[in-house]
């Protein structure tokens, strides 16, 4: 069975959103939970040999805790936390193309092959 590092990085995921059930959904719990989940994602692509930008890592954790929840809760999380957005836009191709095979088959996966297409389509393939 092939192990894909999105699997990995989902169950470190899983591990760290255990640590919160059942503690209240205050902001500094939700600002807890983003900051272990980007420990999570530096974790992971420190432990492969997949190499993205910083930013790229603080999107990807973004992207997953927009979808996190927590003790049956998901739509308020974000209305607790504020995020900084970093736009696939930003993002060099290569970026672009790491995060495309990777991530398929998931939540987020829409968003980076729109963004490739939109490249591919104003001929910005490559960079």
């Known amino acids: ?7 990995i990085l989902e169950a470190r995921f899983r591990t760290t959103l255990k640590k919160f059930i059942g503690h209240p959904l205050t902001p500094l719990t939700l600002r ?6 980007l420990d999570d994602v530096n974790r992971v692509f420190a432990a492969s040999n997949v190499s993205v930008g910083d930013d790229v890592k ?4 973004n992207q997953y805790f927009k ?3 927590l ?12 995020i900084k957005e970093h736009e696939l836009s930003s993002f060099s191709n290569i970026d ?12 987020i996966f829409d968003d ?8 591919t389509q104003h001929g910005k393939e490559t960079e």
């Open 58 to 61: 603080v999107w990807l954790a």
């Open 112 to 119: 980076i092959a729109k963004e490739k297409e939109r490249r």
């Open 1 to 7: 069975m092939e192990i894909r590092f999105r699997d």
């Open 71 to 82: 003790n049956g809760e998901e739509g308020t999380l974000l209305d607790l936390v504020i």
């Open 32 to 37: 807890k939970v983003k900051v272990e989940m």
């Open 67 to 69: 979808h996190v929840e």
């Open 96 to 107: 672009i193309e790491t995060l495309y095979s990777l991530f398929s088959d998931t939540k």
